[in-house]
């Protein structure tokens, strides 16, 4: 059936209609006040520059996709919020029921203070420079493409972080359970602690010299175009290592469950063997893997012998001898003895010999 304009498609719903989508292609919506029990409103991917009065029972908002340049009063007892790819350039004051924020691709400088029920925000691609504290049930955050050049203190529930291409020179501690870092694209020069549940980080295009620690958990690593001159241990579950353009001399061990390596543009010596287009990806990384198994032994030889008289200095001098000295110092003997008032040559040997 079709409607000739946006009222009679809106007639044909009843009062007591709990969701509404509308796909009409339309420049406004007609009157929402007859429905009383709505709690559904989708007008996705039309033409709306602007939204009527909400009804007070909407719980899930979703007006994506349109020509929108602000949103009506949200009623308190909203829960979920759509409204990107818009050209809003500020937002009404957010409920207090508010779990799920989607604002990205408008215009927005700045967000509302941010209720605490909230768990999925994403305000990417918008001009944002500022953000106040984040609430303490945040999920996932997805806050790349904007002007940040600091962020808060991240919740603990936190399992998603994207905030790549933005101004940012450090991050703060990492929560525990984070599964998932973008922070590519930005200025920093370090990474804080990863935390051990971490699967993907993606620290690309940025200052960094080195690399903290890398999580058991980890399965990609794309750390391309950094100053790079050394990798960590790899952990034993990548699968997925991107390392080019960077000043590493050499590489770790490549651990079995390796699937996609890409390493050029580096200053390795001539004795990595190259990609040929014509080699597997799985061919090229075992053949890599055993040069590098003997190459680092060789290394490893190589310091020892060089360094031999300063590792015997080291462990004798600096570590074993002082805690021979302290431990056969005769001020112990003599603490042995005390309270003896006769001891033979026999209980005297055994003594010496239990000490």
């Known amino acids: 059936m079709s409607y000739q304009s946006i009222e009679e498609y809106f007639a044909k719903f009843p009062d007591d209609i709990e969701i509404i989508n509308v796909y009409f292609d339309s420049y406004y919506l007609p009157d929402l006040s007859r429905f009383y029990k709505l709690k559904s409103l989708i007008c996705n991917h039309n033409k709306l520059t602007y939204l009527p009065p909400l009804p007070s029972t909407l719980e899930s908002l979703n007006c994506n996709h349109n020509k929108l340049t602000c949103l009506p009063l949200l009623p308190s007892t909203l829960k979920k919020l759509g409204c990107h790819n818009n050209e809003i350039t500020s937002l009404p004051d957010l409920p207090s029921t508010l779990e799920l924020l989607e604002c990205h691709v408008n215009q927005l400088t700045y967000l509302p203070p941010l209720p605490s029920t909230l768990k999925n925000l994403n305000y990417s691609n918008n001009q944002i420079t500022y953000l106040h504290s984040l609430p303490p049930t945040l999920k996932s955050l997805y806050c790349y493409k904007n002007n940040l050049t600091y962020l808060h203190v991240l919740p603990p529930t936190l399992k998603i972080l994207w905030c790549f291409e933005n101004q940012l020179t450090y991050l703060s501690e990492l929560p525990f359970n984070l599964k998932e870092l973008k922070c590519y694209n930005n200025q920093f020069t370090y990474l804080p602690l990863l935390p051990p549940a971490l699967k993907l980080l993606e620290c690309y295009n940025n200052q960094l010299t080195c690399l903290p ?143």
């Open 213 to 355: 620690e890398l999580p058991s958990a980890l399965e990609t690593l794309n750390c391309h175009d950094n100053q790079l001159t050394y990798l960590p241990l790899l952990p034993p579950s990548l699968e997925t290592l991107m390392c080019y353009n960077n000043r590493l001399t050499h590489l770790p061990l490549l651990p079995s469950t390796l699937e996609y390596l890409y390493c050029i543009n580096n200053q390795f010596l001539e004795y990595y063997i190259k990609y040929d287009d014509n080699m597997s990806m799985t061919d090229y990384i075992a053949e890599l893997r055993k040069q590098i198994k003997i190459i680092n032994q060789l290394r490893e030889l190589f310091y020892t012998l060089k360094y031999k008289k300063q590792f015997q200095y080291l462990l004798w001098e600096r570590i074993r001898e002082p805690k021979i000295k302290n431990k056969y110092h005769p001020n112990n003997l003599m603490t042995m003895l005390e309270g003896r008032e006769e001891i033979t040559l026999d209980e005297l040997d055994n003594l010496i010999d239990n000490w």
